[in-house]
């Protein structure tokens, strides 16, 4: 059970605690000081704790000794930060060089600063850098997808469908029949010879797949701060998405399911520059 408790002497009364647990409204002010309305009502968000100017509250979930000071942002990191958003790119080509685990595990580390449904915090991470493991893996893929290009020309060849999804049928199939190609060449199309397959995998039901591309793509930004690249592959989460065979050896574990999937490398050359993006649309409703 969590448990609460507000030092009195040193709460200012500014009342911060209270703003920030309003979805919860744990707190409540009383004679100018914070009190505990209700303990029982937090979901351990830990925003209190974190927000307390004068370190007056104590948690159960966040003892202060847990709870590093956290730094202002100096106009140069936040220039730096904006960098590092507009110039993250997917990376498809590698050093062959190998990532080290306590490096991939530090990663993931940062990754758990990602917002999650409830701040469940429920993204656990399969990786794998097994060669021969990915090998399969790849095989295996181009297999599954191979057989759904299949299905969809003999759809596109059904009665009664529109020109227009018989259209975007007939490409998808291409797309992924393109991927047996480059396999029957002796290339590797859905993991670009990674070093490392990193899959984020989640409860399944409600906003799993949310949490775990916040915290895949908070990933990928430290990642890409280390001169590491890293790429999505929907590819092979499609073809997991399909495949009993697949999902067992991954070893998706029972009652949940892979929410995102990633390569990571050390990347072969640098992006030299920036290049421009679509502008949003945005509309305010007044
Ligand atoms: C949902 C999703 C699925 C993706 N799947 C793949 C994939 O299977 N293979 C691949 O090479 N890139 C994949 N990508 C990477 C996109 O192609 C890439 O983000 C896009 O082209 C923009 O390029 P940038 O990330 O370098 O800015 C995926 C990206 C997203 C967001
Ligand atoms: S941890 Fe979150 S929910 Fe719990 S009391 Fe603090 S602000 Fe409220
Ligand atoms: S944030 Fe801290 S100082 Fe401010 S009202 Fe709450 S307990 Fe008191």
Redesign the pocket.
């Known amino acids: 059970m969590t448990e609460i408790m507000?030092n009195s002497e040193k709460?200012?009364?500014?009342?911060?605690?209270?703003d920030v647990c309003n979805v919860t409204q744990v707190?409540k002010m009383r004679d100018k000081?914070?009190v505990v309305a209700s303990a029982r009502r937090c979901w351990q968000c830990g925003q209190c704790v974190a927000?307390?100017?004068?370190d007056?509250?104590t948690h159960s979930a966040f003892p202060l000794e847990k709870c590093p000071p956290v730094g202002e942002y100096s106009a140069a990191e936040i220039l730096r930060t904006n960098s590092i958003l507009q110039n993250r790119r997917s990376v498809r080509v590698f050093k062959n060089k190998s990532v080290e685990r306590s490096v991939i595990e530090d990663l993931i580390k940062v990754s758990r600063g990602a917002p999650s449904a409830k701040n469940r915090q429920t993204v656990d991470w399969i990786a794998i850098d097994n060669q021969e493991k990915i090998t399969q893996m790849r095989i295996k893929t181009v297999a599954v997808l191979g057989d759904i290009a299949r299905d969809l020309r003999i759809k596109a060849q059904g009665p009664g469908l529109d020109e227009k999804l018989q259209r975007q049928h007939l490409l998808y199939a291409k797309s992924l029949e393109f991927l047996e190609r480059k396999q029957d060449r002796g290339e590797d199309a859905v993991f670009y010879r990674a070093p490392v397959v990193l899959l984020a995998h989640v409860p399944l039901g409600e906003f799993g797949v949310e949490d775990a591309v916040y915290a895949g793509y908070s990933l990928m930004l430290a990642a890409h701060m280390q001169g590491l690249g890293t790429c999505q592959i929907g590819y092979f989460s499609i073809a997991l998405a399909q495949n009993r065979d697949l999902q067992q050896d991954v070893g998706v574990p029972e009652g949940r399911e892979i929410g995102l999937a990633m390569i990571l490398g050390y990347q072969k050359y640098r992006y030299r520059r920036e290049i421009p993006r679509r502008t949003p649309e945005v509309v305010w409703l007044n």
């Not at 709460?11 to 605690?17: D, E, I, L, S």
């Not at 927000?51 to 004068?54: E, L, N, T």
């Open positions: 507000i709460c200012t009364g500014c009342g911060a605690c209270v707190y000081k914070a927000v307390c100017p004068v007056a509250i």
